[in-house]
């Protein structure tokens, strides 16, 4: 009778073991499946690098890393709402190299031969899909998703984005055949510039991912996704780009944590001859957050039953300390004002003129690095939400730049003359004290929007320099200098993603957009003269201090 007990729980546990076996190798098929899904009922965060070699005339290399979360909402029984929002983070070299870039640099100046680092054009695109997927064969089904697609100018250079605000329709579908292991579909949208910049090109230009995936045992695929894309806008010579190539990936666990990676290569058979690069390493590292099973269970119809909310177990509440890292692009434009205050025996157009060259504005852009440390509190109420409380502090490196306005008047009559404003801004340290919402979209990953008061040191500095006459003959010349240090109050919005990885410690993924508002300071007297004073000025500097700062944060939480 033991033997036979035995031999009966041996029995069992093989049976278990087989049936575990089994639902364990479907789960990791549905994941499989899901993760190469782009309107997938899957939370993910993807961090897509794509490496770009010998772009326009040179052998430079430019790097664009993805960030884009994929957030699906139920919407109904019978729809869902798929988001997906995509920010680059761009190190973007100069186009030319060699004697190209030499010319370029004696008509332009040296600046555009240098590379820029910052944040791209932030595209959030949305798709309505139907929950029931399209059966089409036994083992082949399709899903499918439309809606809109919008680019936001949020570029940190104008090197770095379009200056347009822009908008399109975008389709997407999936089609998956379990018999041929084979996962295949396309991503298609086309945006149009509706405002933005006048000066900035229009935007009209097509983005078509097609993609398939050829899936194997133990979670490895291979796969092919190329991004090809048209600027309509563009010549004949830089409208599309149509790249080939392919690579392999595999999904796994680090700890209990869903991973699908993978890496592929792209050779570009058809590039923009200006800007365009010759081929594309691209690597991928996405976070997965599935359901449990990944699929609910489902109706006779095949759609998912409405179960109740299960609300995630409270990890969010309480105290937590942590520092941040990442990079800030402080923005400013010192606009300066100048007018006569004592004319005395000039030619008559000079003081009018005076005015004129000492008037202007200067736009700066700078980027630098970012560190520092953060304290808050959290509160987990009705379920999924959170809210709380944040202050922290940062200091800045390398956030200082300068810029000038030459400008030239009476070239065709009256005295020539020549004024160069040159304006310079900083930030020194940034702070920041903030609330902030977010919604537990799974129970270790949360998404939030945070705004509130923000201050910090700024410091902003302008000189003016004017001469009229010829080298040979001179008349008058001067200069003036201002300069101002100061502690300003402004506010600051953003948002971010934050993933509990372990039961004490967070990682944190940040976006700022802050507004420190203006100051103004008094110039010296622009005393323009040969000899005696003849012509002084008075003028004054207006700096407005924003910009953008995107970080990542590690917390320890006293939960």
Not at 145 to 153: E, I, K, N, T, Y
Not at 370 to 380: A, K, L, P, S
Not at 472 to 484: D, H, R
Request: negative net charge; aromatic residues 10%; proline residues 6%.
């Amino acid at each position: 009778m033991v033997g036979f007990n035995i031999t009966s729980i041996k029995l069992a546990v093989g049976a278990l073991a087989l049936l575990v076996t089994a639902t364990t190798a479907q789960a990791q098929q549905n994941l499989q499946e899901a993760a190469q899904n782009p309107i997938a009922d899957l939370i993910s965060l993807p961090l897509q690098n794509n490496t770009n070699f010998n772009v326009g005339r040179s052998d430079n290399t430019q790097n664009v890393l993805d960030i884009q979360p994929v957030i699906p909402l139920h919407l109904n029984a019978d729809w869902n709402l798929v988001t997906r929002w995509i920010m680059p983070v761009i190190d973007q070299p100069p186009f030319f190299s060699g004697r190209d870039l030499d010319l370029l640099e004696t008509v332009a100046g040296p600046g555009i031969g240098q590379t820029q680092f910052g944040l791209g054009d932030f595209t959030p695109e949305i798709f309505f899909s139907p929950v029931k997927p399209i059966q089409l064969g036994p083992a082949t089904s399709m899903v499918w998703g439309v809606g809109p697609a919008f680019q936001l100018p949020t570029a940190t250079n104008n090197v770095l984005g379009t200056g347009k605000w822009s908008a399109g329709p975008g389709i997407v579908t999936f089609i998956s055949d379990e018999s041929l292991h084979l996962t295949y579909g396309f991503v298609v949208n086309n945006l149009w510039s509706f405002a933005g910049d006048q000066d900035r090109a229009n935007v009209n230009a097509m983005t078509l991912q097609w993609f398939a995936n050829y899936n194997m045992a133990h979670g490895w695929y291979l796969t092919t996704s190329p991004l090809i894309t048209a600027n309509w806008e563009a010549d004949s010579k830089n409208v599309w780009t149509v790249p080939l190539g392919g690579g392999f990936g595999r999904i796994f666990r680090i700890g209990g944590q869903p991973i699908n990676a993978n890496i592929a290569a792209y050779y570009n058979v058809v590039t923009p001859e200006l800007t365009g690069p010759s081929w594309q390493l691209r690597s991928e590292f996405t976070f997965l957050f599935p359901t449990e099973g990944h699929a609910p269970p489902k109706d006779e119809e095949g759609r998912p039953l409405k179960l109740p909310l299960e609300h995630p177990p409270a990890v969010w509440n309480g105290f937590y300390i942590g520092g941040n890292v990442g990079s800030a692009w402080p923005q400013a434009d010192v606009n300066t004002v100048t007018r006569n205050a004592l004319v005395s025996g000039l030619p008559s157009n000079v003081p009018g003129e005076s005015t004129r060259l000492g008037t202007g504005s200067v736009p700066l852009q700078a980027n630098g690095f970012i560190g520092g440390g953060q304290v808050g509190y959290d509160d987990q109420f009705a379920g999924a939400w959170v809210i709380g409380l944040a202050a922290d502090i940062q200091g800045l490196a390398d956030a200082d730049t300068s810029a000038l306005r030459a400008r030239a008047v009476g070239l065709g009559s009256g005295t020539p003359g020549i004024g160069v404003i040159t304006s310079s801004e900083g930030l020194d340290w940034l702070g920041t004290v903030r609330g902030r919402l977010g919604f537990l979209v799974a129970p270790t990953f949360l998404a939030y929007a945070t705004g509130g008061l923000a201050y910090g040191e700024v410091n902003s500095s302008t000189k003016i320099a004017e001469a009229f006459g010829s080298p040979s003959a001179l008349i008058a010349q001067g200069t003036s200098f201002g300069s101002s240090s100061d502690t300003r109050v402004g506010w600051t919005v953003g948002g971010g993603i934050a993933w509990k990885f372990a039961s004490h410690w967070t990682a944190d993924g940040q976006y700022l957009y802050y507004d420190l508002g203006n100051t103004s300071y008094n110039l010296s007297p622009l005393k323009i003269a040969n000899g005696a004073t003849v012509v002084e000025d008075l003028s004054q500097s207006t700096a407005n201090f924003t910009g953008q700062i995107a970080r990542l944060g590690i917390n320890y939480h006293f939960n």
